[in-house]
């Protein structure tokens, strides 16, 4: 299970790129390991504003190809050549997601120096990379389009005092809890020795680009954080919905339906200088509701209350 999982913000606008906001990008780093959803036009740009790295980029996983959700991807996989990268780059998407990025990524005079794995999701996948889990679900968008839900595997809870007795430190334990039993000065001792209970592995939920659906409610359920589009506010939506958008009070009630932690809302119509108007229409339903900005940060810390 992972220390560390932060959220920076790249892109909070929709559409087309404002003064006030970049298009759709989203950095989720889980300890050393980088994740990228969505990467909108100005991606790299914005990576260098922050100290998450483009460079540490492990695997993209992309909404859907409307613009402001991949044009980036081109520019910032030619920077990391640039950059001498040699590391593989996987990047997940929907249907043509291998039809679409081979030619795009292979406009002009350049050639990667690493390999791209392209993947192409049905929407109802779940995708295992060891110490988390990756769901996929199709979303109501006018064009093929995902949501994602990034879900840590639960871990057995470890009771330091037992754990102390036996003589454990922190980097057996990390073992013992990964393989479940370990031979320690010539015995043999299980998990079950060490441990007291799980703790229970924390979930982000990203919605990308879609009308509401009740399907988003379960796919988000007790989600620690749900990242939700809200283009519009409520006077505004049977438009947006008809666009395959969500308004900040739609949002709001899926986010409380769904039972989440917080619900930060994405994807702010250029139409908006000023999003309070949305924030405040969230907030009314949902309280833990923040729209967020591009550059915010976002820690996502393990619930107090866990599994006994």
Same mark, same amino acid.
């Given at each position: 299970?992972?220390?560390?999982?932060?959220?920076?913000?790249?892109?909070?606008?929709?559409?087309?790129? =404002?003064?006030?906001?970049? !298009?759709?990008?989203?950095?989720?780093?889980?300890?050393?390991?980088?994740?990228? &959803?969505?990467?909108?036009?100005?991606?790299?740009?914005?990576?260098?504003?922050?100290?998450?790295? *483009?460079?540490?980029?492990?695997?993209? &996983?992309?909404?859907?190809?409307?613009?402001?959700? &991949?044009?980036?991807?081109?520019?910032?996989?030619?920077?990391?050549?640039?950059?001498?990268?040699?590391?593989?780059?996987?990047?997940?998407?929907?249907?043509?997601?291998?039809?679409?990025?081979?030619?795009?990524?292979?406009?002009?005079?350049?050639?990667?120096?690493?390999?791209?794995?392209?993947?192409?999701?049905?929407?109802?996948?779940?995708?295992?990379?060891?110490?988390?889990?990756?769901?996929?679900?199709?979303?109501?968008?006018?064009?093929? =389009?995902?949501?994602?839900?990034?879900?840590?595997?639960?871990?057995?809870?470890?009771?330091?005092?037992?754990?102390?007795?036996?003589?454990?430190?922190?980097?057996?334990?990390?073992?013992?809890?990964?393989?479940?039993?370990?031979?320690?000065?010539?015995?043999?001792?299980?998990?079950?020795? !060490?441990?007291?209970?799980?703790?229970?592995?924390?979930?982000?939920?990203?919605?990308?680009?879609?009308?509401?659906?009740?399907?988003?409610?379960?796919?988000?359920?007790?989600?620690?954080?749900?990242?939700?589009?809200?283009?519009?506010?409520?006077?505004?939506?049977?438009?947006? $919905?008809?666009?395959?958008? =969500?308004?900040?009070?739609?949002?709001?009630?899926?986010?409380?339906?769904?039972? !989440?932690?917080?619900?930060?809302?994405?994807?702010?119509?250029?139409?908006?200088?000023?999003?309070?108007?949305?924030? $405040?229409?969230?907030?009314?339903?949902?309280?833990?509701?923040?729209?967020?900005?591009? *550059?915010?940060?976002?820690?996502?810390?393990?619930?107090?209350?866990?599994?006994?």
């Amino acid at each position: 299970m992972a220390s560390t999982i932060r959220i920076v913000f790249f892109g909070t606008g929709g559409s087309w790129p =404002s003064p006030e906001r970049n !298009v759709m990008s989203i950095g989720v780093q889980i300890d050393s390991e980088v994740l990228l &959803f969505d990467c909108g036009e100005g991606t790299q740009r914005q990576m260098m504003h922050t100290n998450m790295s *483009f460079m540490k980029i492990k695997r993209i &996983f992309i909404t859907h190809y409307h613009g402001d959700h &991949f044009l980036g991807l081109a520019g910032l996989i030619q920077t990391m050549t640039l950059n001498e990268r040699k590391e593989p780059l996987e990047i997940y998407g929907p249907e043509r997601t291998i039809d679409i990025l081979t030619k795009f990524l292979n406009i002009g005079y350049y050639s990667p120096s690493f390999k791209i794995v392209l993947y192409e999701l049905k929407g109802n996948e779940s995708l295992d990379f060891g110490d988390y889990v990756v769901k996929v679900m199709k979303t109501k968008h006018p064009v093929p =389009s995902l949501a994602y839900a990034i879900k840590e595997k639960d871990m057995p809870r470890i009771d330091r005092n037992r754990a102390k007795a036996l003589g454990l430190n922190s980097k057996i334990l990390e073992k013992l809890r990964k393989n479940g039993k370990i031979e320690y000065e010539g015995k043999e001792i299980t998990i079950d020795e !060490v441990s007291n209970g799980v703790r229970v592995g924390r979930k982000i939920v990203y919605s990308g680009d879609t009308a509401p659906m009740e399907e988003m409610i379960s796919f988000a359920a007790n989600a620690n954080v749900l990242i939700h589009e809200a283009t519009v506010e409520s006077s505004l939506e049977e438009q947006a $919905n008809q666009y395959g958008h =969500s308004s900040a009070r739609q949002a709001a009630k899926i986010a409380k339906k769904a039972n !989440v932690d917080a619900l930060l809302l994405v994807h702010i119509s250029p139409r908006y200088k000023d999003a309070k108007i949305i924030e $405040n229409e969230a907030k009314k339903i949902f309280p833990n509701s923040r729209v967020m900005n591009d *550059f915010d940060e976002f820690i996502v810390k393990v619930k107090k209350v866990q599994s006994s």
